[in-house]
């Protein structure tokens, strides 16, 4: 129950984080891709307020043996740098710069009343639900297991 | 510094950075939007009331923010639908293969000093600086 309250005020100050720093706005996010017309570099500052939190806020959580509410922490297990890493982020890079919405702050826009938001995380989800259906698709000449790998990748994902 | 016009962009950073310690510090948990969507998408008994809840914040915390502070939101007009469907398709497909957002790898990641997060950053503002370039100055669209 705790957690869900926390869970609760985590999203609640993201969602307040992204419409402060307007990147609600897929026109600023553009304006920050766009290197070569008339560059915008909000999404720069954005990045090193939250980053500059993480780099320090994390290393002083991960000292404790164990969250505050919970029994362990959830962290990402992978440590390869392999072809779904750099070709995922890649396919999400063109997206994002078609789109001008990331993941947060086109689930945050929702909040807005805009059209755009809804279509883009109908959209989204489409996406992702697509690649679940074609990473859990057994291959034909699939060995009991053999789909392990694609299966894990899923698992403790950022 | 007054006309420094940035305050809001780094103030919302920060406030995101805070979101991103609050889970992690309370649930242990990873503030990566696209890894607690696909959570959703794929439910798992137990896993799926705090991750509805971080969303449920994330929209409501966006719409009481522009409740409060109205000024400033210029909606698009006459953005292609295709484009927005091709980018959202697109977008959920790469986060789920990659195994992260802008905020998974991006805040948290770096946040962790991870090589990964890193590769995955560049990777994708790096298409996407690709792209804007191609629709917007090659193609003329948007």
Not at chain 1, 136 to 154: D, K, L, N, V, Y
Request: charged share 10%.
């Amino acid at each position: 129950m705790k957690q869900n309250v926390a869970a609760l005020l985590a999203g609640l100050l993201f969602g307040v984080g992204l419409a402060l720093s307007r990147m609600v706005e897929p026109a600023k996010v553009i304006g920050f891709l766009d290197v070569a017309g008339d560059w915008d570099p909000s999404l720069a500052f954005v990045m090193a307020g939250a980053v500059g939190v993480t780099l320090v806020a994390y290393r002083l959580i991960l000292r404790r043996p164990v969250p505050l509410l919970a029994p362990r922490f959830h962290l990402p297990t992978k440590r390869d740098i392999d072809g779904p890493l750099v070709a995922g982020a890649g396919i999400f890079g063109i997206g994002w710069g078609l789109a001008g919405y990331c993941p947060g702050p086109g689930i945050a826009a929702l909040g807005l009343g805009t059209w755009e938001a809804p279509v883009f995380v109908a959209a989204l989800a489409a996406g992702a639900l697509s690649h679940k259906w074609l990473s859990e698709r057994p291959a034909p000449e699939a060995q009991p297991g053999a789909g392990r790998e694609q299966g894990g990748s899923a698992t403790e994902s950022a | 510094m007054e006309n420094f016009p940035f305050w809001g962009a780094l103030g919302g950073g920060v406030l995101i950075g805070a979101a991103a310690a609050l889970l992690l510090w309370c649930n242990g948990r990873i503030a990566g939007v696209s890894g607690i969507v696909n959570g959703l998408l794929s439910p798992v008994r137990g896993e799926t009331a705090w991750r509805a809840l971080f969303v449920i914040g994330l929209v409501a915390g966006a719409g009481i923010y522009a409740a409060v502070a109205p000024a400033g939101y210029g909606p698009r007009t006459g953005f292609p639908l295709g484009l927005l469907v091709l980018g959202g398709f697109l977008v959920g497909f790469g986060t789920r293969m990659s195994g992260g957002c802008t905020s998974g790898h991006g805040v948290c990641g770096l946040g962790r000093r991870s090589p990964r997060a890193l590769v995955a950053t560049l990777s994708f503002v790096l298409t996407g600086v690709v792209t804007v370039f191609v629709v917007r100055h090659l193609l003329g669209v948007s």
